[in-house]
């Protein structure tokens, strides 16, 4: 599961023969989950995560942090909810962590190896060498790490593990990606000094995401100061202290509800997503108010987040700097909508997964579509579409937005539909189901007993 997975032959995207009705559950959240095992592997005491998600990104994150001795162990309730039981030890090196294309993985971990007692080595799939590490590695040079690499600020890596961290002041531009700043802040109760770390650059993509980050260190214990908090703008600081062992029950992942309640908005049906949460910090909750101007309708109660299409779809001039891991998606539905639309604010996808602006306009454009890049985004105009191949560049995202185009589109073969496993393994059976109104979808996790 944690290696990349081989191609799977072409995907025939189902079109969809009427609206959809169906409840989909969505599994946890890459992000909290990331989050949740990294503060508990940094933690004094055990903890648990329940609810984790179960993909690559996750597993590779929970066998990074095993190779450096914390002991993980998972277990399955007779319902099937699972819950990971996380015990802290000693960081130890030799050791080698495997980072797949998992910013995550690769951004939030050389912190932690700083702190272990020998080097730790870093490698992964071929684009995690291209992805911007820069700011991880200088900023942890000037907190006192030793660290090598080639020079180009990028992986593979190794670092040098001294037992601990002087830690203190220091100054990192976050304009490639906000896990820079996540990833400092993470590890930084640990260090001697803990952190006063300041943002030079002139953007600062996906604050929601570093919203989440000083939450949830807020809720191991950990004393943070922060612009959101009514401290100095740009300037993050967090107080060397101990964190608690929790027990964290992950949210589902709101961004990958995306292409489900996008399958609402297309059809002209409705779509609930179940335990949607009614305050959050994961980016995915923007997505009620951009598919409302999209078009659609929703309604958050007990059931969970309920979202309806009105049968029409409305272009949209929206900024997704904060919220860019919602793009491909978003990018779909604008293809098929009744009017022009403009992404802006997200010239930092280009060193997502993939150069996410260039391959949703190449392969849009490829099925007859008329999207352009501009300096920070695309201008998307809706054209009749037709069949053919969608190439997926190993983006988990780019897959799950080209089902979403095949809801609408006869004849369209997705390429790799495997690679949703970054964070989505179970998306083909889940997108089936809902497309079959199933109600034999798995049962919320309350009906789980989780
Ligand atoms: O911290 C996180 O969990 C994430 C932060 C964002 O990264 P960037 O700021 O690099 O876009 C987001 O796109 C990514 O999917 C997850
Ligand atoms: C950008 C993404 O992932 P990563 O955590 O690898 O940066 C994403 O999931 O859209």
């Known amino acids: 599961m944690t290696g990349n997975p081989a191609h799977t032959p072409l995907w025939p995207a189902p079109t969809a023969t009427g609206a959809v009705d169906a409840t989909v559950t969505v599994p946890g959240s890459k992000s909290v989950t990331n989050r949740g095992l990294v503060l508990a592997a940094l933690a004094s005491e055990p903890g648990w995560l329940r609810r984790p998600l179960r993909s690559r990104d996750t597993l590779l994150m929970a066998e990074a942090l095993r190779a450096m001795g914390v002991g993980i162990e998972e277990q399955v309730n007779a319902t099937g909810g699972e819950a990971w039981r996380v015990i802290p030890a000693g960081l130890h090196g030799p050791a080698h962590v495997d980072v797949g294309n998992a910013g995550t993985v690769m951004r939030f971990l050389p912190p932690v190896a700083a702190l272990a007692d020998g080097p730790v080595h870093f490698d992964g799939d071929p684009r995690s060498y291209e992805r911007p590490l820069h700011g991880v590695i200088d900023a942890l040079r000037a907190l006192g790490a030793r660290i090598d690499d080639d020079g180009r600020g990028a992986l593979p890596l190794t670092v040098q593990g001294a037992g601990s961290l002087t830690g203190g002041r220091v100054e990192v531009d976050a304009s490639s990606s906000s896990q820079f700043i996540s990833a400092l802040l993470l590890s930084a109760p640990r260090f001697n000094q803990g952190i006063e770390l300041r943002h030079v650059g002139r953007t600062l993509p996906s604050l929601p995401h570093i919203r989440m980050t000083i939450d949830m260190l807020r809720m191991a214990g950990a004393q943070v100061d922060s612009p959101d908090g009514g401290g100095e703008r740009d300037v993050w600081r967090v107080a060397p202290s101990a964190l608690l062992g929790r027990d964290l029950t992950v949210e589902p992942d709101l961004s990958n509800a995306a292409p489900f309640l996008a399958a609402a908005l297309v059809t002209g049906g409705r779509v609930t997503v179940p335990d949607w949460p009614e305050r959050t910090t994961q980016p995915g909750d923007a997505l009620r108010e ?9 309604e958050l109660d007990d059931a969970g987040l309920t979202f309806k299409g009105t049968g029409r779809i409305k272009g949209i001039d929206v900024d997704l700097h904060d919220v860019g891991e919602l793009t491909p998606v978003i990018a779909a539905v604008a293809a098929l909508a009744d009017s022009e639309s403009v992404l802006r604010g997200i010239a930092h996808l280009r060193l997502h997964e993939t150069d ?95």
């Open 356 to 450: 996410r602006l260039a391959a949703l306009a190449k392969e849009f454009n490829e099925l007859g579509g008329d999207v352009s890049e501009t300096e920070d985004g695309l201008r998307i105009r809706p054209r009749p579409l037709h069949g053919g191949v969608f190439h997926t560049y190993e983006d988990h995202r780019l897959a799950t937005a080209a089902a979403v185009l095949g809801l609408a589109v006869d004849g369209l073969e997705v390429e790799n539909i495997a690679t949703t496993g970054k964070t989505l393994p179970e998306f083909p059976e889940l997108w089936s189901g809902m497309l079959a109104g199933r109600s034999d979808a798995p049962a919320s996790y309350a009906a789980r007993g989780v």
């Open 290 to 298: 951009i598919f409302t101007l999209m078009g659609g309708e929703c």
